[in-house]
């Protein structure tokens, strides 16, 4: 069964300071990993994918198969980067469900 | 146009009532999903559904159905609602990839 781990379900940090949301899974094929983001009663967008390796508003996030972990890093946070940040976790098959942790809500200070 | 479209976006009802969330897509998309949102932000997934398979998480209550008219349409009907069905429920579709593309989702709340 595949399971995704995100340990904080509350962060903040000031503009302009860098930040990380950390995502751990649990699968045993290979995995496909995505970070959605929830701007305040928005609906969820899609932020970025493992298999692109792009950097969307200055987000990155590297697959560490090593550590089972796809971490979500901006070097210089912003106030509007402030929404709810989901790592997802897509197993093989053929209804391409995705597995979603319990999701970070991410505060940038002024 | 809106890709992924949900109706209502608000619905508030009493409990015991049956009740309809419909949702279309015009992305051609072949795949269907409904996620259910609860009051801690967490996401868990309900149906997914395609012309082939439908595909239904085992712990979702008997109360809900998805009906599918066709490709473009997968709606949620729940029956005897109850007060912990109170949730945000989120359509979202997707093609040969898990790239998702949600609708704004639908706040419903039993009273």
């Known amino acids: 069964a595949q399971r995704v781990t995100q340990p904080e379900k509350l962060l903040s940090v000031f503009k302009g300071a860098p930040v990380e949301l950390k995502c751990n899974y649990s699968?045993?094929?290979?995995?496909?990993l995505f970070w959605y983001v929830q701007y305040s009663r928005q609906r969820l967008q899609l932020l970025l994918r493992?298999?692109s390796r792009e950097s969307i508003k200055g987000f990155t996030a590297d697959l560490n198969k090593g550590e089972t972990s796809f971490h979500l890093k901006k070097p210089f946070a912003q106030e509007e980067d402030s929404a709810m940040y989901y790592c997802?976790?897509?197993?093989?098959?053929?209804?391409?469900?995705?597995?979603f942790g319990s999701g970070t809500q991410l505060t940038v200070l002024p | 146009d809106t890709a992924v479209s949900q109706t209502p976006k608000y619905l508030v009802t009493q409990m015991g009532n049956d009740k309809s969330i419909k949702c279309e897509q015009n992305?051609?998309?072949?795949?269907m999903y409904w996620y259910k949102q609860d009051s801690k932000k967490f996401l868990k997934i309900m149906f997914s559904?395609?012309?082939?398979?439908?595909?239904i998480n085992e712990t979702v209550p008997n109360r809900f159905s998805p009906k599918s008219p066709d490709k473009a349409h997968l709606n949620l009907h729940i029956n005897s609602l109850e007060l912990g069905d109170s949730a945000v429920y989120f359509c979202?579709?997707?093609?040969?990839?898990?790239?998702?593309?949600f609708g704004s989702g639908t706040r419903l709340t039993v009273v």
């Open positions: 979202a579709s997707s093609q040969t990839s898990f790239g998702y593309t």
């Open positions: 699968y045993s094929g290979s995995p496909e």
């Open positions: 493992h298999i």
């Open positions: 997802a976790l897509g197993a093989s098959g053929s209804a391409r469900q995705l597995t």
């Open positions: 992305l051609g998309h072949d795949t």
């Open positions: 559904y395609n012309n082939k398979e439908l595909i």
